[in-house]
């Protein structure tokens, strides 16, 4: 395949990543409890269908299953630099196959 169809479908899955995120805009809340050098700052609710019990530490499967999800960078910003990185390696390989 050529270099520059492969960038230009990186560059449309980038620009629909970023769309989704923009158009859904996961929500997310700051823990003001915690300070600035802690790794978990941010919380959100997330979807895991495969979880394991605490008190039975056993695997299951429930759809419904929302936890309360906390981490290092929010889940908006994660999908952001996710489709932004798409987007710059489609780019680049676009760029590769103008200079062959």
């Known amino acids: 395949m050529n270099l520059a169809v492969s960038g230009l479908i990186l560059d449309m899955i980038g620009v629909f990543i970023l769309t989704l995120t923009t158009m859904i ?5 700051r823990r003001e409890d915690v300070k600035w050098y802690n790794n978990k700052r941010y919380w959100w609710i997330g979807w895991r ?43 680049f390989l676009q760029l590769l196959d103008i200079i062959k």
């Open 25 to 29: 805009s996961p929500r997310h809340g």
């Open 49 to 91: 269908p495969f979880y394991k019990n605490t008190k039975t530490l056993k695997w299951f499967f429930m759809l419904k299953h929302r936890p309360v999800v906390e981490g290092i960078i929010p889940p908006k910003h994660k999908l952001e630099i996710i489709g932004f990185l798409f987007i710059t390696v489609g780019f």
